[in-house]
């Protein structure tokens, strides 16, 4: 699928706070072996790598678009092109650290136990996805997506609820942690520009269903879309938009 690391990286300040604080709640000490899963362009991972130094640091993602600018700004770090659906580990590993990345997978239920069991004994999960499926960032991508003209195409690769209830992560991890730590924030972002919350979710949600139109549909959804985005989200006398966008966070340490 490609993503389009500059698109993405357009509110890259905004998507770097979930990031440092899903980072902040992980106290390993040493570590030889770190994964960042769906690593993206590796701005991320190269922060991994700088608090901790001496560890082996893979970023693993499926876009080699994503890959090419990672592997640009640092080369010094090891990159794999693997679909996370497939990925294992294969040896056990100090971190697996997943920034707004899981909730492109589907079967919550067996992959994060298969997660935590690829840690070495005390080892880390930290995981943080989007929560904002019920707001109208993503209600009006899922109307737009109904629309007559590309229904077909377009329904079947709606994810309208890829992140479970917290509960059923505390269910599913309870029996590898020995700890855990759950939590949600909800973020203000004070966005500029012309529709702003469209340039945003172009970067991410939008991607699969951009990539199944053909060119001269591609605007045609986005307007679709975007007009109703400017009914949920005007801009305030500033001319800024403010654009609430709730993340759960998860971290839990294997037995
Ligand atoms: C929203 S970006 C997050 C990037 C990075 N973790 C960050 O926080 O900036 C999601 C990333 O997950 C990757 N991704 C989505 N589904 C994937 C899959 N099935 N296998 C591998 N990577 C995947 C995408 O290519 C993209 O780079």
């Not at 640009?72 to 100090?94: F, I, T």
Request: charge should be neutral.
């Amino acid at each position: 699928m490609p993503w389009d690391p500059a698109q993405y990286l357009r509110f890259g300040d905004e998507r770097l706070r979930p990031a440092l604080d899903l980072l902040a709640r992980v106290p390993l000490k040493e570590a030889t072996d770190i994964v960042d899963l769906g690593c993206g362009p590796g701005h991320i991972t190269s922060i991994l790598k700088s608090r901790w130094p001496t560890a082996r640091v893979t970023g693993v993602d499926h876009s080699r678009e994503m890959l090419k600018r990672a592997a640009a700004d640092a080369p010094d770090l090891q990159w794999r092109q693997v679909d996370l659906a497939e990925w294992r580990a294969d040896h056990p590993v100090d971190l697996i650290y997943a920034n707004a990345s899981l909730h492109w997978l589907d079967d919550h239920r067996s992959l994060f136990p298969r997660l935590i069991a690829s840690l070495k004994p005390g080892g880390w999960l930290a995981v943080q996805m989007p929560c904002n499926f019920d707001r109208p960032s993503h209600q009006a991508a899922f109307e737009a997506a109904e629309e007559e003209s590309w229904r077909a195409r377009l329904a079947p690769l709606l994810r309208r609820r890829p992140v479970a209830e917290p509960e059923e992560y505390l269910r599913w991890l309870s029996p590898g942690a020995q700890r855990l730590d759950f939590w949600q924030t909800d973020y203000l972002h004070l966005l500029k520009g012309p529709d702003p919350v469209a340039a945003w979710t172009q970067g991410s949600l939008l991607v699969p269903l951009l990539q199944a139109l053909a060119q001269e549909e591609k605007e045609a959804f986005l307007e679709a879309y975007r007009s109703r985005l400017r009914k949920a989200y005007p801009p305030d006398e500033a001319g800024r938009t403010p654009f609430w966008f709730r993340r759960f966070f998860l971290v839990a340490q294997a037995g």
